[in-house]
């Protein structure tokens, strides 16, 4: 009898979860149904930017998007009544030759970097946002980040200041 390998195993287990169960992620309203972000990571596709209302990237499916997202509220970027919602997130976002593959996330909708923002490298995660603040160049005092995102966009790592990276 063969050995399998602890990744094969992990494999075959996830595979044969989501055969038997569908989608964790059928609709909006259903539960995550997979081993925190990880799962979440290994068994979507690459290329989307994720949200979740509980932590572990579990609870709710906000939304996932491979696009730009101005108003998490508003309907055609991914997320619907979403803003001031997510507890953790992840970028699983695919290569891109121009550099875009970081996500900023916004206090405010629009992109609107004044009242803080936090860029994520692709393939990171933050199981809980509720330790995490926004970068202010300000130096006001920044908004803690679980709860409060209501948009994002993709950007290059240059676009980001040093003390705004999180996962």
Known sequence: MKRMTRAAAVATTLTAALSMTGPAWAS????SQLAGCSGVANAWRDGDVFAFNQVSCGGTMLGHSPGNDSDWNASGGG??????RAVSVLNDGGADDSGVTVVAFYDKINYDHVYGYRCMQRGDWVNDLSGLVYHRNDGLTPARMSGTISSHQWVTA???HKNSWMG
């Open 79 to 84: 997320f619907v009544s979403a803003a001031n």
């Open 158 to 160: 240059g676009a980001c």
């Open 28 to 31: 909006d309203t259903s539960t």
